[in-house]
């Protein structure tokens, strides 16, 4: 510590920093354009699925009221959450598989932070201008002229992201029902305040927080370096064409004043929507979005320069002047193949489990209440709950039958017919002769089939009871 009295003493040191607004420039290239495609194509099925119809009800729909999930044809009840433990198992070696092979591929053109801060910033574009007028209007003091674009800007995010929160919310509750019940405040307190949160929390951080939420709330940024290797794709920068840098004329060639290829014009820097310099190597604030690579390309093209001084190459590939072929042999290397075995293996396994799945289930459970009786007639009854559930989006007709012990029989014709996509909790009762089955508890089998020729069937085991004398 400091003695006292001296200068040191009296100076305060803070870690904090506080937030400098990023002003991302537009920037148009192939990979611009492989950007956009992809927020057009996410946001048509984000936006689309939930008004698709299927055989008069909403394609997709998580009925979570009614436990019922519907897929197109495939509805899933909460005994099938094994598919969805298999769906989270398939998105996260997907995840792993993509960055080992191509690093924050997901991060650049597919996440949803991305998608949606690419469209609110289109809109900020439309109305306020490229990077150097938004800066003018920020650094402007507050008169007519900046409210009103400022107000226009908020009012069309906000319409853009209650339309993002409606559309979420109509994956849980039927969507063409939804703006009748917002006309006539009729939505339930969960429907509120999803569409409210989800609506907030998309203008909040596509307007707002932006890069901040990829450097510093997503956990991907920080552990996605133990997944990448010298042999994985990402943004590079050729230091050794590149360096040293400096500005210059168009018509001077770079080796004769001493200088790369890379004029120092900092292009690259204004067009990161998180605001790094590439040149200075890996970060872990590079979502990989490209647009360092399109801007680059095209000052290179300006400048006569062949293009790929930033691109898309792996760290061996840049250090080793490897080509194309080179670089995607050393590409496909054996974590690589291991990730999408495994990937593969996955997806054949949900794909044929659900191609195979029974639309018939069936849960047998005992009365908890009245084990073994004797009924009016001398024979031992045991009486049974059975929870006939139909997957399909066709009405069964069901035939139920007992087996296991001499004698078994079901009490009443058991048939029974269940809707379609509805189960059906229907009571059974069993009865054995007193001189048939042991004391104790006994093995039987229940017998589901439908009436139709070459219809479904289904076997639930469960005990038939015999009291002790």
């Given at each position: 510590m400091a003695a006292a009295g001296s200068d040191d003493s009296s100076r305060l040191f803070s870690n904090y920093s506080s937030h400098q607004k990023i002003y991302p420039r537009a920037v148009a290239g192939r990979f611009a354009q492989l950007r956009w495609a992809a927020v057009f194509f996410t946001q048509l099925i984000?936006?689309?699925?939930?008004?698709?119809?299927?055989?008069g009800r909403q394609a997709i729909l998580f009925d979570l009221g009614a436990r019922k999930f519907y897929?197109?044809?495939?509805?899933?009840?909460?005994?099938?959450?094994?598919?969805?433990?298999?769906?989270?198992?398939?998105?996260?070696?997907?995840?792993?598989?993509f960055t080992a092979l191509a690093g924050r591929l997901w991060c650049g053109?597919?996440?949803?932070?991305?998608?949606?801060?690419?469209?609110?910033?289109?809109?900020?574009?439309?109305?306020?201008?490229d990077r150097l007028k938004r800066i003018k209007l920020d650094a402007a003091p507050l008169d007519l002229k900046k409210l009103r674009k400022k107000a226009i800007k908020h009012l069309l995010w906000g319409a853009l992201a209650l339309w993002t929160g409606l559309t979420f919310?109509?994956?849980?509750?039927p969507i063409r029902e939804l703006g009748v019940q917002i006309a006539s405040l009729s939505l339930g307190p969960w429907q509120w305040?999803?569409?409210?949160?989800?609506?907030?929390?998309?203008?909040?951080?596509?307007g707002f927080m932006r890069e901040q939420v990829?450097?510093?709330?997503?956990?991907?940024?920080?552990?996605?370096?133990?997944?990448?290797?010298?042999?994985?794709?990402?943004?590079?920068?050729?230091?050794?064409?590149?360096?040293?840098?400096?500005?210059?004329?168009r018509k001077t060639a770079p080796a004769s004043v001493g200088l790369g290829d890379c004029i120092d014009c900092t292009l690259c820097v204004q067009v990161c929507p998180t605001g790094i310099d590439i040149r200075q190597g890996l970060q872990y604030e590079c979502i990989g979005c490209a647009a360092c690579i399109d801007v680059c390309d095209d000052v290179m093209a300006k400048m006569n320069y062949p293009p790929g001084l930033i691109r898309f190459s792996t760290g061996n590939a840049?250090?080793?002047?490897?080509?194309?072929?080179?670089?995607?042999?050393?590409?496909?290397?054996?974590?690589?193949?291991?990730?999408?075995?495994?990937?593969?293996?996955?997806?054949?396994?949900?794909?044929?489990?659900?191609?195979?799945?029974?639309?018939?289930n069936v849960d047998v459970i005992r009365d908890r209440y009245?084990?073994?009786?004797?009924?009016?007639?001398?024979?031992?009854?045991?009486?049974?709950?059975?929870?006939?559930?139909?997957?399909?989006?066709?009405?069964?007709?069901?035939?139920?039958?007992?087996?296991?012990?001499?004698?078994?029989?079901?009490?009443?014709?058991?048939?029974?017919?269940?809707?379609?996509?509805?189960?059906?909790?229907?009571?059974?009762?069993?009865?054995?002769?007193?001189?048939?089955?042991?004391?104790?508890?006994?093995?039987?089998?229940?017998?589901?089939?439908?009436?139709?020729?070459?219809?479904?069937?289904?076997?639930?085991?469960?005990?038939?009871?015999v009291p002790r004398q």
């Open positions: 984000y936006y689309g699925l939930p008004w698709v119809q299927w055989n897929l197109f044809g495939v509805v899933l009840w909460p005994q099938d959450f094994v598919y969805l433990a298999l769906l989270l198992v398939v998105a996260a070696l997907s995840l792993f598989f053109f597919a996440c949803p932070q991305t998608v949606y801060t690419e469209l609110f910033m289109w809109i900020e574009r439309k109305v306020e201008g919310i109509g994956y849980f509750a305040f999803w569409w409210l949160f989800y609506s907030f929390a998309t203008w909040g951080n596509a990829c450097k510093y709330m997503c956990p991907y940024a920080r552990f996605q370096s133990a997944m990448f290797d010298k042999d994985t794709m990402i943004v590079t920068y050729d230091q050794s064409r590149g360096e040293p840098r400096g500005s210059r004329s840049v250090a080793l002047h490897l080509d194309g072929r080179q670089t995607l042999r050393r590409a496909i290397r054996p974590r690589v193949l291991i990730y999408g075995g495994l990937l593969a293996g996955l997806l054949l396994a949900l794909i044929g489990s659900m191609w195979l799945r029974s639309p018939l009245a084990l073994a009786r004797v009924a009016d007639d001398g024979s031992i009854e045991n009486t049974y709950r059975l929870q006939l559930m139909n997957a399909s989006e066709t009405p069964l007709s069901l035939q139920v039958e007992v087996a296991g012990i001499d004698t078994i029989r079901l009490s009443g014709n058991g048939r029974f017919d269940v809707p379609p996509a509805t189960n059906r909790v229907v009571p059974v009762s069993v009865h054995v002769n007193q001189e048939a089955g042991r004391p104790g508890s006994n093995p039987i089998t229940f017998l589901i089939r439908e009436t139709t020729p070459d219809g479904l069937s289904h076997e639930e085991k469960a005990v038939f009871l």
